[in-house]
């Protein structure tokens, strides 16, 4: 947990990653290779060696801080609660409207009454994609989807693209 904390601060993160998970850790650990060789006192008790003790130190140190840090300032239950996925139940998908019913003739069989997606195809709901990218898969496929597979005029195809877009507005 201490590995992730560090990558939260700026100096280790974002176009500084590699400094985060190579250059600090690697430093770190050779730092605490190198201590006995950089601390060649006669004595082995702590006291007689201050270099090495000093770095054991500050290496434990920080790494309960980090790890203190990680752990001490979150709401986990707040955080899954927030990371649930929707049910299917639970999106309000309007059945009445023109876009449901074009869906029904050229979409349902592979994509599912409810959006889902089955073995055949992937769930609707969810999908990042734009309203013009959902209308170009819809002509000219994507994947394992064959193109032509909507049957339908520009305003059909435009109905059927809201209405996607509707119900992924609602699983929002």
Same mark, same amino acid.
């Given at each position: 947990?201490?590995?992730?904390?560090?990558?939260?601060?700026?100096? #280790?993160?974002?176009?500084?990653?590699?400094?985060?998970?190579?250059?600090?850790?690697?430093?770190?650990?050779?730092?605490?290779?190198?201590?006995?060789?950089?601390? %060649?006192?006669?004595? +082995? +008790?702590?006291?007689? +060696?201050?270099? #090495?003790?000093?770095?054991?130190?500050?290496?434990?140190?920080?790494?309960?801080?980090?790890?203190?840090?990680?752990?001490?300032?979150?709401?986990?239950?707040? +955080?899954?609660? #927030?990371?649930?996925?929707?049910?299917?139940?639970?999106?309000? &998908?309007?059945?009445?409207?023109?876009?449901?019913?074009?869906? =029904?003739?050229?979409?349902?069989?592979? /994509?599912?009454?409810?959006?889902?997606?089955?073995?055949?195809?992937?769930?609707?709901?969810?999908?990042? /994609?734009?309203? =013009?990218?959902?209308?170009? &898969?819809? %002509?000219?496929?994507?994947?394992?989807?064959?193109?032509?597979?909507? %049957?339908?005029?520009?305003?059909?195809?435009?109905?059927?693209?809201?209405? &996607?877009?509707?119900?992924?507005?609602?699983? =929002?």
């Amino acid at each position: 947990m201490f590995l992730y904390q560090l990558l939260k601060y700026e100096f #280790a993160s974002g176009t500084f990653s590699l400094i985060g998970i190579i250059v600090l850790p690697g430093l770190a650990f050779g730092a605490l290779l190198l201590a006995p060789f950089l601390d %060649q006192g006669p004595g +082995r +008790r702590p006291h007689q +060696r201050p270099v #090495a003790v000093g770095m054991m130190l500050l290496g434990l140190a920080a790494v309960m801080w980090l790890t203190y840090e990680s752990s001490s300032h979150v709401d986990w239950e707040t +955080r899954a609660e #927030a990371n649930k996925p929707i049910p299917p139940s639970a999106i309000e &998908i309007d059945k009445e409207g023109p876009g449901y019913a074009i869906y =029904e003739g050229n979409c349902m069989s592979c /994509h599912g009454e409810d959006l889902t997606g089955g073995p055949a195809a992937p769930a609707l709901i969810g999908t990042e /994609h734009s309203a =013009e990218e959902i209308a170009k &898969i819809a %002509q000219e496929g994507i994947g394992s989807m064959p193109p032509d597979q909507f %049957q339908g005029t520009d305003e059909e195809l435009k109905q059927l693209v809201d209405f &996607i877009v509707s119900v992924n507005e609602g699983a =929002e």
